[in-house]
């Protein structure tokens, strides 16, 4: 069976410093692989997505960047972080069925950043 | 691109009654349509989900209909109970040369009170 991972579960980072969030996945091969934001009592927004290795989808310009550098794992990065990126982090699978979208999406556990 | 709305942004019921969930979205190329519960503090976990090419699906309490036409799609909750309080998303597919993603709604937070 497939699992997804994520860590750290929780992070407090003081703001401008450098941020590093990793996820993997098991039990398949060749996932589409994406990353959103939650931020306090809001909704979800996808900030990026990989349907290969090196290929990364941006969403919304920001100081975040994804990267996939094994098929199953996905990391997303800053440089320096602000305020504002504080919220839950949720990575994403789902199967990369050429032509097939309608596939089940499952999350991992999603990992708590608090800038301070 | 892909834009989901949903609403109503808060719902309250007691329990027993039933609870529906409205979702509109702009891309006629959508063509899957899942619902998610959220937990507090939890990750979002499917709980069902429509293809394009059928208009209504049910289980057990839990149904979604679908309108294609007027780009709308609805979750139908019956007899809730207190463990259906949840934060609920709608999301569809948004289909480009990059690939496929889920854009979901901004969510519906539903107390069910005893």
């Known amino acids: 069976s497939q699992t997804i991972h994520q860590w750290p579960a929780t992070l407090v980072q003081p703001v401008g410093s450098p941020l590093s969030l990793e996820c993997t996945v098991e039990?398949?091969?060749?996932?589409?692989l994406y990353w959103y934001r939650q931020a306090a009592g809001r909704g979800l927004q996808l900030l990026f997505y990989?349907?290969?290795?090196?290929?990364i989808s941006s969403e919304v310009p920001q100081n975040l960047s994804a990267s996939r550098p094994q098929d199953r794992q996905f990391i997303l990065s800053s440089k320096k972080l602000l305020l504002s990126d504080s919220g839950f982090y949720l990575c994403?699978?789902?199967?990369?069925?050429?032509?097939?979208?309608?596939?089940?999406?499952?999350f991992g556990p999603g990992t708590r950043l608090t800038v301070l | 691109g892909e834009n989901v709305e949903q609403h109503p942004s808060t719902l309250s019921v007691q329990e027993g009654d039933s609870a529906v969930i409205k979702c509109t979205y702009s891309?006629?190329?959508?063509?899957?349509f899942p619902w998610y519960k959220q937990e507090l503090g939890k990750r979002p976990q499917l709980i069902i989900d429509?293809?394009?090419?059928?208009g209504e699906k049910k289980d057990q309490r839990i149904a979604v209909t679908l309108n294609k036409t007027a780009k709308h799609f609805s979750l139908h909750i019956t007899e809730t109970q207190p463990e259906d309080s949840a934060v609920y998303f709608c999301?569809?597919?948004?289909?480009?040369?990059?690939?496929?993603?889920?854009?979901f709604g901004k969510g519906t937070t539903l107390s069910v009170s005893s």
């Open positions: 990989s349907v290969g290795i090196g290929q």
């Open positions: 999301a569809a597919t948004r289909l480009n040369q990059a690939g496929t993603a889920l854009i």
């Open positions: 891309d006629s190329a959508s063509n899957y």
């Open positions: 429509i293809r394009s090419n059928v």
């Open positions: 039990g398949t091969s060749n996932p589409n």
């Open positions: 994403a699978w789902r199967l990369g069925l050429a032509g097939k979208s309608y596939n089940e999406q499952f």
